[in-house]
């Protein structure tokens, strides 16, 4: 069964840097669209990031643009989300998700039929 396993969250100060990673098992994961969202409390799920299934096409929420870097590593079935220049808004629940569409990368969430179980961020201020 696919699994989606994050990992590297955890609190650090505004202007800090954390690296995210997600592990995947139980798919084929060079055929995956991977994606980054996240969510903070009560606000609903939104996109942070996606990578094309070869790593050379990236797309990022506005918000994030110039301070994450989302990456992956085919050989190692795990994707990356470098975080720097880390805001308190950034505070939230980030997931990591799988999908398979006809499109080179995907920002649409309910496309994403695979889900981690998610890894909690604190920016504090």
């Known amino acids: 069964q696919v699994q989606l396993v994050e990992s590297g969250g955890g609190l650090v100060q505004a202007g800090g840097s954390l690296r995210l990673s997600c592990a995947a098992s139980?798919?084929?994961?060079?055929?995956?669209?991977m994606g980054w969202f996240r969510q903070a409390p009560g606000k609903e799920r939104e996109f942070v990031a996606t990578?094309?299934?070869?790593?050379?096409?990236?797309i990022y929420a506005d918000s994030v643009k110039g301070r994450f870097t989302i990456s992956r590593d085919n050989a190692k079935n795990t994707v990356y989300l470098q975080m720097n220049s880390l805001k308190p808004e950034d505070t939230a629940v980030y997931y990591c998700?799988?999908?398979?569409?006809?499109?080179?990368?995907?920002?649409?969430?309910?496309?994403?039929?695979?889900w981690g179980q998610g890894t909690q961020v604190t920016v504090s201020s």
């Open positions: 998700a799988a999908a398979q569409t006809g499109r080179r990368v995907e920002l649409r969430r309910d496309e994403y039929p695979y």
């Open positions: 139980g798919l084929t994961f060079s055929i995956y669209i």
């Open positions: 990578i094309s299934r070869s790593g050379d096409s990236t």
